[in-house]
């Protein structure tokens, strides 16, 4: 929850991050929809960074998927 609006996140923690990346979802907003994309980003920093998605308010709580 986000200001009381549903909210989902997608997230890849490192477990020792040196650095943490928020990918913030251009069209569509859902976070799923950027799952290959923050797996290859988290790939290609070699592990070194935790990664977190989040999808735009209200896209959750009305039942928009990919």
Do not use: W
């Amino acid at each position: 929850m986000v200001s009381s609006f549903a909210t989902e996140l997608l997230e890849i923690r490192s477990k020792e991050p040196s650095l943490h990346v928020l990918v913030i979802p251009g069209n569509p907003g859902i976070a799923a929809f950027y799952k290959d994309f923050v797996e290859a980003l988290y790939e290609s920093l070699r592990g070194q960074a935790s990664i977190t998605g989040n999808c735009h308010a209200l896209f959750a709580s009305y039942g928009l998927s990919v």
